[in-house]
């Protein structure tokens, strides 16, 4: 991972993670090392970082429950982990689907209807991926993370319905919605 961090240091390219460690399921997809390579060596130079909330509760070794626990670990990733900025996703939390992106300076809440569905397979692979597209763009933080709330709003609430489990969003659902448009 070494090999990586320069380019990583380099103010000018956008870095995102999704910091994939916990499975559905709630099993832990990385060892110790694993993790402790992902809090030491990766989400500290993170231009955005977009854990899940089972995700955030391991790096922060915390319980996270309610809004204000949202805010007490959206502080604390930000001044203890050193990322630019975090958007803890709320698709683990009952009621809507809200999303907070935390900077050093702000804490913006990105509400959302939650969708009944069980396709939401990459949900969060897809957002940090979004994200990441729209500041090589050049936009800014806040820009970035709100376009990509509503391409996987959309994405979610469009879903082909495909296969038996957790299937995928609809990844194209924004050309569907522009030909409406039309």
């Known amino acids: 991972m070494d090999v990586v961090r320069p380019y990583i240091l380099n103010d000018r390219i956008p870095y995102v993670i999704d910091p994939v460690m916990v499975a559905k399921s709630g099993d832990d997809l990385l060892d110790d090392a694993g993790k402790s390579a992902v809090r030491y060596k990766l989400l500290d130079v993170a231009t955005v970082a977009t854990p899940n909330l089972p995700e955030l509760e391991r790096i922060l070794e915390m319980t996270i429950e309610t809004r204000d626990d949202i805010d007490r670990a959206g502080r604390r990733f930000i001044n203890e982990i050193g990322s630019q900025a975090v958007v803890i996703k709320g698709g ?3 009621g809507d689907a809200t999303d907070y992106l935390f900077t050093k300076h702000d804490c913006i809440v990105l509400p959302a209807e939650r969708t009944v569905t069980r396709h939401t397979h990459g949900t969060g692979c897809t ?3 979004v994200i990441a597209a729209e500041l090589a763009k050049g936009r800014s933080i806040e820009a970035s993370v709100r376009t990509a709330k509503a391409y996987i709003t959309s994405a979610i609430q469009h879903a082909p319905g495909l296969g038996h489990g957790n299937g995928p969003v609809n990844h194209f659902s924004y ?4 030909n409406h448009e039309n």
């Open 92 to 94: 683990h939390m009952e």
């Open 175 to 178: 050309m569907e919605e522009s």
């Open 127 to 129: 957002l940090s991926a």
